[in-house]
């Protein structure tokens, strides 16, 4: 199915600017080790194991923009490259799927939006100097990235690998020049070849085992595959379905790259097999009604359902599966109950099917993401249900970890008027390790709305307030406390909650 994002271009570099560096715990080495290992990644029949043998797990998130006219990630805008991916290492992703188009390679392809005050670093780069940075970053905090050629061009998804503007002689080499250019780089685990290959509705479009060169994705996977791994065989080759197989059973169709069912009787072969992934895409209901959505048997028949178009790949052992997209606004009630039945499918620990979510953008207009629109804050909601299976990357590259972070906050209301009123939240922190350029974050009530604030910067979206450190005194040292007034109207008896500095829940 295709997500309509909304895209954010040139003029929003002059927006407001939000940035935090939220300081978060970083793993145990042990329990990192166990998800991101150690060199390149290779299957063991469904298992994903590193250069040791250790079985290792896929527990990511995706960072889209570098396929759309940006040419680099989405938010850059609003924040630092940094303190995003720091945040996302410390919500406990430990792996990057990161979007581009082959458009983006292209002279003249020039990376915008890019907040010059907050990413100096990027500024005059281009788009894979860009991506570049990302990586070497994500890989200092043990992240490691797959790439996704999401599009030939920045305008829109296209049902097959190649058009007449971008063929398929330049979507592999392309490839082939990204497999050199990160050779040796284990930050860098593999290429999924090819975003959402599907049918076109009235005939055409992607077909899997048709035999057709021109439309049969899974021999076109096949000759780029071992294309890649002819010049970069430490890399793995991640496939995606299509929407539509014929004659696997019913249903026949399903979302855009989610269907794998054709994989049992025409697999992928490639020249090292112990390099193929599988990957799946599946969304919810509020991205478009699919029957199985309205059957009374909802959500017992769910399992069936993944079993058929993927899920029997991993219980029959023939090769790992990437759920690659999965995400929802959560806005229907039955997306919830979706989203937590999905995750207890894929399993625990790194035994579990890999994933990585869609988004952390907040601006995919039919999910949203895991950040809210400042960029800053997260969906606690989305989080919650995530959590229980993510294994988090090796903090700083492998090195000793950092000091854990903790705070308490406690909130008073100190006047009150009609229609109004005064009051103070203060936060401490209770770690030993200073708070870096520290912002507070917490749901405010319902009928509340902040007018104003002082000692931080204060600002409200929706039910959503954050408060970001004075830039006189950006840093909150072990044991002490800051106290932020702030001015409202509505009713003073509601209560706030949720509060957390970056990813850090404090106590109240």
Known sequence: MKRLLALVVAALVGGAVLTASPATAAPPATQAAAGTGTGFWHAAGAQLVDETGAPVRMTGINWFGGETANYSPHGLWSRNYRDMLDQMAGLGYNTLRLPYSNQLFDAGSTPVSIDQVQNPDLQGLTGLQVLDKIVAYAGSKGMRVLLDRHRPDSGAQSPLWYTSAYPESRWISDWTMLARHYRGNPTVIGADLHNEPHAIQ????????????????????????????????????????????????????????????????????????????????????????????????????????????????????????????????????RDKVWLQELMKYTGTGTSGMSFTYWSWNPNSGDTGGIALDDWTNINTAKQA?????????????????????????????????????LATVTVKNTGGAALKNWVLGWTVPSGTQITGGWNATVTQTGQQASAKAPAWAPDLAGGASVSIGIQATGPSTGTPGGFAVGATACTT
Request: aromatic share 12%; with cysteine.
């Open 385 to 421: 249900i995530l959590q229980p299976y993510l294994i988090p990357p090796a903090g700083s590259g492998g090195g000793p970890a950092d000091p854990p972070s903790s705070c308490a906050v406690t909130y008073r209301v100190d006047n009150t008027w009609q229609g109004g009123f």
């Open 202 to 333: 009235g005939g055409g479009g992607a077909c899997w085992g048709c035999g057709d060169t021109a439309t049969d994705w899974r021999l076109a996977a096949e000759r780029a595959g071992n294309a890649v791994l002819a010049v970069n065989p430490d890399w793995l080759i991640v496939v995606e379905g299509v929407d539509c197989v014929s004659g696997t059973g019913d249903p026949q169709c399903g979302w855009w790259g989610g269907n794998l069912s054709g994989a049992k009787q025409f697999p992928v072969r490639l020249s090292k097999p112990d390099k193929l992934v599988y990957s799946a895409h599946e969304y919810a209901t509020s991205v478009f009604a699919q029957k199985w959505f309205s059957d009374p048997a909802f959500p017992a028949n769910l399992p069936a359902l993944w079993d058929h178009f993927f899920g029997y790949l991993h219980k029959q052992n023939i090769a790992p599966v990437l759920l690659g997209e999965f995400g929802s606004t959560l806005a229907d009630p």
